[in-house]
């Protein structure tokens, strides 16, 4: 969340700038990529790689639904509940209307194991008889509310077992549904007409009208002391949650999100719960210690009520997240459970819109589920947002199997990976579907042959890039993961990968040389046919490049003066392979038709790079801070010159076939103190592979130089460049 318009840009920036350079900050070894190959039809070795991969964070689960049952069973041995040994359903002692069905519990009781495993089997999915009348939805659904009282008083505990299995299955964070914020209870009955109003607003799809209305409702509950009180009561609960639960797994970080309930009668109860959830969000991100971080609404898509306001509900959140970002100049994250629907399950016209609903109009910036994909009425245009923007799709498998029957080619996560839409496993309702975050990946693996080990080790980084985490601390948790994940992937290679003596010795780096003659024609500051010959050296190994560039060039202009251009220079590119590298340069340039007799530079800045297709298509932009001291032929009577300047360089590559490639870059070169000197350079460049070692190029250079070393120099200088290379 973001306090200021200021601060809002300033943490875009490093939100694009930093955190891909953490991603890439312990790229993968090709050894492991080729080994996992091996392995992904063995499922016991699928299980043992990928429960001690660090995975990153469980985005999309929900604490009742992610305890086991067996913790569910003791807890009501200890409080002396009562069992309906029919429905296994929990009642309190002190509940009259419990049936005459129900047993005490206690420890010690006799058949205490018979029942414990009758529990386990009605709270979750193990043993599930796909053969019996309940069909699987309505059996998953119906299990919140045997074991809910087990919940009530326990929620410390709860998060305590969610911690500690993290921490079991190398899990470094977690963001917990926990808890709903709950209106005070007469706030209903205190607005009804209001709520009658938004059900008709509802029906009506009158937009301008419905958002009047909440207004109406927002102002009136500026001014409610018993509602900001429940604000404030709910900001406690969830501070007190994880007070008393950090001391269990410390080295997992916790964070919580608020949510609604859908599928209640009444729309007033969800803006409550909303209203609530956002406002908490603002107000606590003024603590320090805040561990609300987001929005969700919940439960099926296709109840009665969450069908009937759907639109209602998607129209709260555009609201509310304008709201808070006009109020209190915050911008709080929302995940919205979406597309949790499948073919048959509901009328067709109702799978064509919930997720672009969500994404177009309640602004989510994370999508939950999302299997209804392919059934959206404007999917492709969907699918193409998602991947720009970027908006997540939190992928729950064996939920989604076991509630919708949708599994293996029926899924849409290859849609979504094919679409470059960012994807994270989670594990929704683990203790119910009796699973881990470790055998989502495995089922995947399984699953998906088209997802390699690179694809794995990108959806653990969206775990934490997409989190919901303050900037500082996902940064600092990324940069921790990372390096959990480069010692990870170390062992493996030792551990695993059939190496030889060799190949436990560090890598060395590799030397590789390109050397090219090329004829140019220019047509700025030299008017005749040019020859330079240039080589190019380099060195690269796991963390950092070295490159060293020199060129000669040789030309005539007005058949009188000879130019000749000498350029020598070094450049250090710390992770050349990730999406942010750091980089330092260090060039020397002398060109005498110029009157320049020594230009001695040297720049430092950062490189962040986006690739839609690895090798094939990707973006660049560059930043750096560029020393330049000139040195002038006496003759032209100039001082030196000592300038700072910025260098901005976009860049863009492109791999048009298997062996040609086009490259345009520009470089943007201020001068720190007098932005009107400033150059322009601008390259295109296309290199056609002949053979394996050999190319052919053609370049276009231009240019553009507001204060030239004398009048003789024009301001602008372009050449057409063809010539031949070969790498060695």
Request: hydrophobic share 40%; proline share 4%.
């Amino acid at each position: 969340m973001t306090s200021q318009p200021v601060k809002k840009v300033y943490i875009a920036i490093i939100s694009i700038l930093c955190m891909p350079l953490l991603q890439g900050w312990a790229q993968s070894t090709p050894p492991i990529s080729e080994w996992f190959e091996t392995i992904r039809t063995n499922e016991a070795m699928l299980q043992y790689f990928f429960s001690r991969m660090p995975k990153g964070g469980d985005l999309h689960n929900h604490l009742s639904g992610s305890v086991f049952a067996e913790s569910y069973f003791d807890i009501a041995l200890k409080e002396g509940f009562y069992l309906d040994t029919v429905s296994f359903k929990l009642y309190a002692k002190e509940d009259f209307s419990m049936p005459q069905s129900c047993k005490p519990l206690f420890q010690g009781m006799c058949k205490e194991h018979f029942y414990r495993m009758q529990c386990v089997d009605h709270w979750s999915i193990r043993n599930y008889d796909v053969y019996q009348s309940t069909p699987s939805n309505d059996f998953f659904f119906a299990t919140f509310e045997k074991f809910d009282l087990a919940t009530d008083n326990h929620l410390v505990e709860m998060i305590k077992e969610l911690r500690l299995r993290a921490e079991s299955e190398n899990v470094q964070y977690l963001e917990i549904m926990a808890k709903s914020p709950k209106p005070y209870r007469a706030l209903l009955a205190n607005y009804q007409g209001e709520n009658d109003r938004l059900i008709s607003l509802i029906q009506a799809k009158d937009s301008i009208a419905f958002s009047n209305a909440l207004l109406d409702l927002h102002q009136k509950w500026v001014g409610d002391v018993a509602l900001q009180e429940s604000i404030h009561a709910y900001i406690n609960l969830i501070d007190s949650l994880e007070r008393e639960s950090a001391s269990v797994a410390p080295s997992v970080t916790v964070y919580y999100q608020a949510y609604a309930s859908r599928n209640v009668p009444n729309p007033l109860s969800v803006f409550a719960q909303l209203y609530m959830g956002f406002k908490s969000c603002a107000e606590g991100s003024f603590n320090a210690g805040n561990k609300l971080v987001g929005v969700n609404i919940l439960q099926p898509e296709d109840g009665e009520y969450a069908l009937r306001d759907y639109w209602g509900h998607i129209q709260m959140f555009h609201y509310l997240k304008r709201a808070v970002r006009d109020v209190f100049n915050q911008e709080v994250p929302t995940s919205v459970h979406a597309g949790e629907l499948s073919f048959g399950l509901m009328p067709p016209e109702d799978l064509q819109h919930h997720i672009s609903d969500a994404v177009l109009i309640a602004k989510a910036n994370r999508i939950g589920h999302g299997v209804g994909i392919a059934f959206e009425k404007k999917a492709p245009e969907l699918l193409q947002k998602m991947a720009l923007h970027p908006i997540p799709v939190e992928v729950n498998l064996s939920s989604n199997e076991f509630i919708l029957g949708v599994t293996g080619s029926d899924h849409p996560i290859l849609l979504f990976h094919k679409h470059q839409v960012p994807i994270v496993l989670s594990t929704d309702d683990a203790g119910i579907l009796r699973t881990t975050l470790s055998q989502q990946f495995v089922l995947a693996a399984l699953r998906y042959p088209e997802l390699k080990y690179s694809d794995f080790r990108q959806i653990a980084i969206n775990s934490i890039e997409y989190s919901f985490l303050p900037m500082p601390k996902k940064l600092e948790i990324m940069k921790m993961f990372l390096g959990l994940l480069s010692d990870f992937e170390s062992q493996i290679i030792f551990g695993f990968i059939p190496t030889t003596e060799k190949d436990h010795q560090p890598e060395k780096a590799k030397l590789s040389a390109e050397i090219a003659l090329d004829g140019m024609v220019q047509t700025g500051n030299i008017d005749k046919t040019n020859v330079s010959g240039a080589i190019n050296l380099s060195a690269t190994d796991a963390i950092k490049e070295f490159s060293a560039n020199g060129k000669i060039s040789y030309g005539q202009n007005n058949k009188v003066t000879y130019q000749r251009e000498y350029i020598a220079g070094i450049q250090c590119d710390y992770h050349p392979f990730a999406k942010i590298s750091p980089f330092l340069r260090i060039e020397y340039y002398r060109n005498e038709f110029k009157k320049i007799s020594g230009r001695y530079s040297g720049l430092s800045g950062v490189k962040y790079r986006y690739f839609v297709k690895e090798k094939i298509l990707d973006y660049s932009i560059s930043a750096a801070l560029m020393y330049d001291l000139d040195h002038y032929i006496s003759d032209i009577n100039l001082k030196n010159k000592e300038r700072f300047r910025l260098s901005i360089r976009p860049k863009f590559k492109h791999q048009l076939t298997e062996s040609l490639y086009l490259v345009a870059e520009v470089f943007y070169k201020p001068n720190v103190v007098d932005f009107c000197d400033f150059i322009v350079h601008t390259k295109i460049n296309l290199n056609f592979m002949v053979f394996k070692q050999g190319f052919l190029r053609m370049s276009y250079e231009h240019e553009y130089n507001t204060f030239p070393a004398t009048d003789k120099v024009k301001k602008r200088d372009a050449l057409l460049l063809v010539g031949v290379g070969f790498t060695l």
